[in-house]
């Protein structure tokens, strides 16, 4: 029988335990688990330690360079980047184990459907590069950072389950995270907020997550996800505003 190439699998945290073991199991088949923290807290570190293969600390500066610290560690042929709100089922599992026997791509694509109010919003569901060769992967950018693979991109069938949202505090607390991220960024290349940026930027976010991607086919929970990236796009240009005041 013809042997998998090796797994490396990849999980960033930072105060992620009562996520940390259900994503650890869900992966258990790869051959190395490295998890790189970001010095949690709570009991993060200490949930993992049985599962992972290594643990690296290092203080958090970019989503960027936190992954690529932990690509400098990894050993196998093939790399997995796993967010400990994720999960792999068993029938992705199967698909991962069936496609890096006979690659015919230099990374893949997953599906995410997110989960939130209970449900699972497919309308809202983003495909994302996770699986690479090791060699030549390299991620890029502060907030939504990218990640880059050699070769061609290819995509799975099989969805991987991602618990995007813990609660509508955690998910607003999320985004006004990300909007510090994004205002620096633009206040470090000199851009400066108008009233077009104030209301004709979170509308379109709502109408595209509504009506462009389907949420309104997800009821409340798809109406609610449309709100606050709505909200969040406007908290961006609040915060460049106040940066622009040195308000911060």
Not at 71 to 85: E, G, I, M, P, R
Not at 217 to 240: M, S
Request: aromatic share 14%; proline share 3%; with cysteine.
């Amino acid at each position: 029988m013809q042997k998998t190439p090796s797994l490396t699998v990849i999980i960033p945290t930072y105060n992620e335990a009562g996520y940390i073991e259900d994503a650890l199991k869900s992966v258990a088949f790869a051959d190395e688990i490295i998890l790189i923290d970001s010095f949690s807290e709570d009991a993060t570190v200490a949930l993992a330690t049985p599962h992972v293969t290594k643990i690296i600390s290092r203080g958090f500066d970019t989503f960027s360079n936190q992954k690529n610290e932990a690509l400098k560690h990894a050993t196998s042929k093939w790399v997995l980047f796993l967010d400990a709100d994720e999960r792999v089922t068993q029938s992705l599992e199967k698909e991962i184990k069936d496609t890096l026997l006979q690659p015919q791509h230099g990374g893949y694509k997953i599906n995410f459907p997110h989960f939130y109010m209970n449900r699972f919003l497919y309308s809202h569901s983003d495909n994302v590069l996770r699986l690479v060769k090791r060699e030549g992967a390299n991620y890029s950018g502060d907030v939504h950072e990218k990640l880059a693979c050699q070769g061609s991109i290819g995509k799975l069938e099989n969805k991987m389950l991602h618990y995007t949202y813990k609660g509508l505090h955690s998910y607003i607390t999320k985004k006004e995270k990300y909007a510090w991220f994004q205002a620096k960024q633009q206040y470090a290349k000199g851009k400066r907020a108008t009233w077009m940026h104030f209301w004709c930027k979170p509308i379109y976010r709502f109408f595209k997550s509504y009506i462009i991607k389907g949420g309104f086919k997800d009821g409340v929970p798809g109406l609610t996800v449309a709100a606050v990236n709505a909200y969040g796009v406007f908290e961006r240009y609040v915060k460049l505003r106040l940066l622009h005041k040195d308000m911060e």
